[in-house]
């Protein structure tokens, strides 16, 4: 009991909140004679107003629903980008692909140089074998700069 | 449905969910509000902006936290800016009753319908942090770290207006209602 009137003592001489929540902890919360001067929570209940009791007395949603399309009307809308995240998500899958194809089909430029020397430095007009007009295919094979033409008479 | 899917359901715009929301923790919000406030009129206006506040902020709310606990929190703000709010006009109505009565050299007293309605609830003679604590405490169960999250205090101050509600309410109950 005199620890318990110490304690009390301390507990109302050092208005600290920190030191205060220690002396609860580890004296007012263990010490069976000093919880006989704490209300139990079944006791407490007594001086509430119940759960079941408010529930009754009061209906939220008419209110809230009002109030909440009056004057908020773009609060209550989702945001854009959530509404439609979606469609947004697959644009940009879309653009990503489309990006990536692009880049990796994009003609080198060793090999578009090459392609433009080639243009300007062979042409085939006209072939003739045996004076007689010929079909020409011209080949040319990837990564080389070798060209094949072909000539076939024509039946 | 649990509160995530309700939540996640609010977000993408379906407000028929967040009705859900509503009715499952009207009955909690409430009970809070009214211990706090006293009255049903300020419950039912500070329940109906916490409502308003959390379905304008769900953008926001981090789902790793418990949503009955973020809920309580801005109850619990909404409930001390009514309370502010409340005292505010009772000190401002009080100073002028007596500067009109000094100056009319009336020895007339205030009468008792001038004084804020005190409901004869013992409640009302426990600050606002010690009801929401007591409530909290009793019927919640939550210990002093759930309750610093929703007071926005340390353990050790919620563990300490839990302490001084309940010696409170003890006293009350042994002495009669005059003693405090």
């Not at chain 1, 990536?100 to 003739?128: C, H």
């Not at chain 2, 009207?26 to 211990?35: F, H, Q, S, Y």
């Not at chain 2, 009129?41 to 409502?51: N, P």
Request: net charge positive; glycine share 4%; with cysteine.
């Amino acid at each position: 009991m005199i620890r318990c009137r110490l304690i009390n003592f301390l507990f109302r001489v050092f208005p600290f909140r920190a030191f205060q929540g220690f002396l609860i902890k580890n004296h007012f919360e263990k010490c069976p004679d000093c919880q006989n001067s704490l209300v139990r929570a079944e006791d407490a209940r007594l001086f509430l107003v119940k759960e079941e009791k408010a529930r009754e007395m009061i209906n939220l949603w008419p209110g809230i629903s009002e109030k909440l399309c009056e004057g908020s009307g773009e609060k209550l809308r989702t945001p854009f980008f959530l509404k439609w995240r979606w469609v947004l998500s697959a644009a940009g899958l879309a653009v990503f692909i489309f990006t990536g194809v692009w880049y990796f089909n994009r003609p080198d430029s060793t090999e578009m140089a090459f392609q433009q020397s080639l243009d300007q430095a062979f042409k085939i007009n006209y072939i003739k074998v045996e004076e007689k007009p010929a079909g020409a295919y011209v080949y040319e094979p990837q990564d080389s700069e070798m060209i094949i033409v072909w000539a076939e008479i024509l039946p | 449905m649990t509160d995530e899917q309700l939540l996640k359901s609010c977000l993408e715009g379906d407000v028929d969910k967040f009705r859900q929301i509503v009715d499952k923790y009207r009955g909690k919000v409430t009970g809070l509000a009214i211990n706090i406030l006293g009255n049903r009129e300020d419950a039912e206006d500070a329940c109906q902006e916490a409502f308003i506040n959390v379905f304008q902020n769900l953008d926001k709310f981090d789902f790793d936290r418990n949503f009955k606990d973020w809920l309580f929190t801005i109850l619990y703000n909404r409930c001390i800016d009514k309370v502010r709010k409340r005292n505010r006009f009772y000190n401002f109505y009080n100073k002028k009753k007596i500067e009109y009565h000094s100056h009319h050299n009336s020895n007339h007293k205030m009468n008792p319908e001038s004084m804020p309605p005190l409901s004869d609830n013992l409640l009302q003679r426990l600050s606002p942090k010690e009801r929401t604590a007591i409530y909290l405490w009793a019927y919640e169960g939550y210990t002093s770290d759930e309750m610093g999250v929703v007071l926005n205090c340390s353990s050790s101050t919620a563990r300490v207006h839990i302490f001084k509600a309940r010696k409170k309410i003890k006293k009350i109950l042994e002495n009669g209602h005059d003693t405090l």
